[in-house]
Structure formats: C-alpha cells, structure tokens
C-alpha cells in the first residue's frame, strides 16, 4: 500500500495502528456512521495486502469510529451512476469482486481477525463482520443484512458467511426479512461469539486480542486454515491436512519453546519459526 506504515496510517476513509503485535483498523467515516465507499473497499483490500506481506502482526481488530461499527453502504455509491471509481462500472461481477476483496483478506490472513461491534452493523457492515474470525458485539448494537430492502442480494460475501456462522435456515431468515436484531438475539443465534457491556467493550477485545497474539503464529496460522478448509474437504482430506500441518509445528522452535518455557514454569516466548 502506498506510503503504508507498519506502526501507523491514516486516510479520509480508514487510520491503521499497530501496538506490539495487534493491529487495529479503524473505520473512519463517523460523520456517516462508517458507510463504506467504493475507495474505502479499494483502500481496505491495499491495507490487507500490505499486512499479510509485513508478515508483523499477530492479530488483528476492526472497529468502527464515533456511534457506530458501520451502517452499510454509502448512498453515493449509487447516485455516482455506478462507477467503480476507476472508470469501469460496478454492474459487472469483476467490479464487485474486486470490492469483496476489502473484505476477503479478514478471512485469509494468517493471523486472527475480530470484529468489534457496537451502534450499527448493517449490510456492508454486518458482511465485514462476518468475514472476520471472531465477533465481539456490544450490548444494544442492531445489526442485519438489509439488501433485500432495495431489491439486491447481498454480495460481499453474506450469503456464503452467514448460513455457515448461523445455519442455512436462520440465514435464509435473515436475508429474506431483512430483519433488524440485536446483539443479545445476535448472540444467542450465534452470529456473534461475545456480549460485552458497553462499559467492558473497549478493554474486553483488547484482551482478546492481546490473548490471541500470544499464541504460537505457526499454530494459529495452521488452525484458522485447517478450520476454513474444512467445509472445502472430506473428512478423510481435512484429517490429512491435520497431520501435516502438525508435521510443521511439532518441528517449529516455537513448539520446543512452549515445552521448555511450560516446564520452566514461565510464558513463552514465541518467534512464529
């Protein structure tokens, strides 16, 4: 990404900040409560291809600035007849692929990614979230994917993420009603893994990202994959892939690591070789 900082960024659209080995990006569009934009989807795919090639951090938040995660997309994107920003038009599946690629990377990166939910999370917003490994919601937050409502299928990854966060029926649900929910409905429906209060919100997934970045890289790098693939494979392929994958960190120094620092009595260091 150009001019792209490991320890920080900004744009009129995203700020980028990393503390030790957790990055955090924030959506920063508070005055439109994070609606997305075409640049902002372009901006968010150059961020996580500058971040899987630093190859420095070890997890990853997303939150939103100001009252909301995000509200969904900006209406501009519609009023601009269209475009793709870069001459060519969003009415063409490579177009809106290369828009799915702002949110793609969540999923891929080899390093753990959680959504921090609070106000809005909303069509564009809620499919982010979806594609982030773990979702933190705050209590009160609405959510709902809501494209139905304006006679378009959710196409940033909504109706591939979401039956497999909540099962086919309730997904179906969701996105046929375009119903509105909140985070406790959110929660016991398992579309988001945490409930926090708004008071713990903030410190709670600094927690959980600093417990994540501590772990093993190879170890969480090879689960998150084993995990993705899994719906890919056989139950016979994901077993081997198991094994090999196992093959890699029982011969990593992090693996010595963990076994001499366990018998030490103190916390690993790990080095992610």
Same mark, same amino acid.
Request: proline letters at 3%; a negative charge.
């Given at each position: 990404?150009e !001019?792209?900082e490991?320890?920080?960024? $900004?744009?009129?659209n995203?700020?980028y900040?990393?503390d030790g080995?957790?990055?955090?990006?924030?959506?920063? *569009?508070?005055e439109k409560? !994070?609606?997305f934009?075409?640049?902002?989807?372009?901006?968010?795919a150059? @961020?996580?291809?500058?971040?899987?090639?630093?190859d420095?951090?070890?997890?990853?938040?997303?939150?939103?600035?100001?009252r909301?995660f995000?509200?969904?997309?900006d209406v501009?994107?519609? $009023?601009?007849?269209?475009?793709?920003?870069?001459?060519g038009? #969003?009415?063409? &599946?490579?177009?809106?692929?290369r828009?799915q690629?702002?949110?793609?990377? #969540?999923?891929?990166a080899?390093?753990? =990614?959680?959504?921090?939910?609070?106000?809005y999370?909303?069509?564009a917003?809620l499919?982010c979230?979806?594609?982030?490994? @773990?979702?933190? $919601?705050?209590?009160?937050t609405?959510?709902?994917?809501?494209? #139905? !409502?304006?006679?378009?299928? &959710?196409?940033?990854?909504? =109706?591939?993420?979401? &039956? *497999?966060?909540?099962?086919?029926g309730k997904a179906?649900?969701?996105?046929?009603?375009? $119903?509105?929910?909140d985070a %406790?409905?959110?929660?016991?429906i398992?579309?988001v893994? *945490? @409930?926090?209060?708004?008071?713990?919100?903030?410190?709670?997934?600094?927690?959980?990202?600093?417990?994540?970045?501590?772990?093993?890289?190879?170890?969480?790098r090879?689960?998150?994959?084993?995990? !993705? *693939?899994?719906?890919d @494979?056989?139950?016979?392929?994901g #077993?081997?892939?198991?094994a090999e =994958?196992?093959?890699v960190?029982?011969r990593?120094?992090?693996?010595?690591?963990?076994?001499? %620092?366990?018998?030490?009595?103190?916390?690993?260091?790990?080095?992610?070789?």
């Amino acid at each position: 990404m150009e !001019n792209f900082e490991s320890s920080g960024f $900004a744009t009129d659209n995203l700020r980028y900040e990393r503390d030790g080995f957790v990055g955090t990006v924030v959506l920063d *569009r508070p005055e439109k409560l !994070n609606a997305f934009t075409v640049e902002m989807w372009h901006e968010m795919a150059d @961020l996580g291809a500058a971040l899987i090639a630093e190859d420095e951090i070890r997890a990853l938040v997303v939150r939103g600035e100001g009252r909301a995660f995000c509200s969904g997309i900006d209406v501009s994107v519609f $009023a601009g007849g269209g475009s793709d920003g870069d001459g060519g038009s #969003l009415v063409d &599946p490579d177009a809106i692929q290369r828009l799915q690629a702002g949110f793609d990377w #969540l999923e891929d990166a080899p390093f753990p =990614t959680i959504a921090a939910m609070h106000g809005y999370a909303f069509g564009a917003g809620l499919q982010c979230g979806l594609a982030c490994d @773990l979702r933190v $919601a705050q209590e009160g937050t609405q959510m709902g994917i809501l494209e #139905l !409502n304006f006679g378009i299928v &959710p196409d940033l990854g909504g =109706t591939q993420r979401l &039956p *497999r966060v909540v099962g086919v029926g309730k997904a179906k649900e969701l996105i046929y009603t375009s $119903a509105k929910i909140d985070a %406790a409905e959110a929660h016991r429906i398992g579309l988001v893994e *945490r @409930l926090v209060s708004e008071s713990e919100f903030s410190d709670h997934v600094d927690a959980l990202a600093a417990e994540l970045a501590s772990r093993a890289p190879l170890a969480v790098r090879g689960s998150k994959e084993l995990v !993705n *693939r899994s719906f890919d @494979l056989s139950i016979s392929e994901g #077993l081997r892939l198991e094994a090999e =994958t196992q093959m890699v960190c029982l011969r990593s120094e992090d693996t010595v690591e963990a076994m001499t %620092a366990g018998l030490e009595g103190r916390t690993p260091e790990f080095k992610g070789s």
